[in-house]
Each structure stands twice: as structure tokens, then as C-alpha cells.
């Protein structure tokens, strides 16, 4: 799907999750070198590239018109001219775009996300001594290193939970599984509904990130999409 909007032959969005799979794969290299410090300052990494690709795809959405087929904010972007707003002004956006009030009222109903800003701010920034010593396994005096660990992964798993309920909601046709363009590709009348169906690993993503932790998010996807999740 190209990105509409901007000059862009391609999806933007295809190398913005190539990025994000790479600080992911970085995030899993330092932490078992055990630098639970450095791993927290590309979690923040992380969270910012989330904000930064659901607030292009709303801001590119809401701009687009007839009059106005190239949004030149996110082109410029794209060409290195002008810096996209600071998170703080692109995750307000998000927050406060009509189509996503009842998602925004799951994900903010606690201050899960705003502790988290904080925790990878307090690493990033050295905030706390303690925060020092977590970066060096060999003088690493944490006693309770499994539980820094274990709020770490968790913290983890709200990030890519926040992604998925956005792009699942604003992009559902990211879910799509190849079976429609499968059967224009080989000549034959695709299958009714077939636009519909979900790629398997989106599927298993679904049931076992999005369901098993968030419930309320599962059915709040599940009943704004004609995408057919199980």
C-alpha cells in the first residue's frame, strides 16, 4: 500500500518497522550483556518511533484532500528538509483524534504509559544513581535484578500493545493476509471476503499479546474493524 500524501513511491511505514525491528533486536543484545541502563534508553528509542508512525499516518490522513494531495509537513519529512513536532506535541495529537477517543480512553484509563515515559527518561537521563549501576553487570549490587528485569519486559509489552491497538484501529488493512492477491495474481476470481481474512502471524500476535493482556483492547478492535478476527 503506498503512503498517500507525499511523494513517497513506497510504504513509509515499511521502513519505519524495519527500524523498529532493528532497535528491538538492539534492545535484546544489550540485555543479555546485561545493560538493563542502555536497554531502557532504546526503549524510549522505541516509543518514540510508535508515536512518530501513528502520528504520521493520522496527520497524513486528516491533511489529504483533493486540494491538498501532498501534505508537505510529512514530505519534507521524508526528505530531510523540516523535523516532525516534539513527542510531547505528536502523542497529544494521537490522544486527542476523534477516531481513537475509545482506545485512548483503554490505554490511558491508568498511568501505565505515562510511568513508563518516566522510567526511560530516569535511565536516559541518569536520574538516579541506581540507574547507573544497572548498566554494568559486573559491579551490578541489585538485589533484586529478576524484578528490574521483569518491569522491563512488561513495560515492553505496553509499548508494543499501544502500537498494535493504533495501527490495528487506523490500519486494518495491515492485517490482510495474502489470499485475495494471491488469487488475482494467479488469474482466478478471489474467494468472497477474502479482503477480509487476517494473515495467520497477525492472528497469533492478536490472540497472544493483545488478548492475553488487554481483553478490553481485543474487543475494542474487534468491533470497530471489518477485518474477520477470531
Not at 534492545?27 to 512518530?52: F, H, Q, W
Not at 486540494?67 to 513527542?87: A, H, R, S, T, Y
Not at 535484578?145 to 499501544?162: A, G, Q, R, S, W
Request: glycine share 2%; net charge negative; hydrophobic share 35%.
Amino acid at each position: 500500500f503506498t503512503t498517500q500524501g507525499t511523494r513517497a513511491i513506497c510504504n513509509i511505514d515499511s521502513y519505519v518497522y524495519s527500524s523498529i525491528q532493528e532497535t528491538i533486536n538492539s534492545i535484546n543484545d544489550i540485555l543479555i550483556k546485561g545493560r538493563i541502563n542502555d536497554a531502557y534508553a532504546l526503549l524510549r528509542k522505541y516509543y518514540d518511533s510508535i508515536i512518530i508512525n501513528v502520528y504520521t499516518n493520522l496527520y497524513l490522513r486528516n491533511e489529504i484532500s483533493l486540494e491538498n494531495l501532498i501534505v508537505e509537513k510529512i514530505d519534507n519529512w521524508l526528505k530531510g528538509k523540516d523535523q516532525l513536532p516534539d513527542f510531547r506535541v505528536m502523542s497529544n495529537y494521537i490522544r486527542n483524534y476523534p477516531e481513537l477517543k475509545h482506545i485512548n480512553n483503554l490505554l490511558y484509563k491508568e498511568k501505565t504509559y505515562h510511568q513508563i515515559r518516566d522510567r526511560c527518561n530516569d535511565h536516559t537521563h541518569y536520574n538516579f544513581f541506581k540507574n547507573v549501576m544497572l548498566n554494568n553487570s559486573e559491579i551490578n549490587f541489585t538485589r533484586d535484578l529478576t524484578n528490574v528485569l521483569n518491569v522491563f519486559l512488561k513495560d515492553l509489552e505496553n509499548i508494543f500493545i499501544l502500537h498494535l491497538a493504533y495501527i490495528f484501529t487506523i490500519n486494518d488493512h495491515y492485517m490482510m493476509s495474502s489470499d485475495y492477491i494471491d488469487s488475482i495474481d494467479f488469474g482466478q476470481t478471489p474467494e468472497e471476503g477474502s479482503e477480509y481474512f487476517v494473515a495467520k502471524f497477525i492472528q497469533d500476535i492478536f490472540n497472544n499479546e493483545i488478548k492475553t493482556h488487554r481483553m478490553d483492547i481485543a474487543i475494542e478492535i474487534k468491533n470497530k474493524s471489518l477485518m474477520k478476527l477470531e
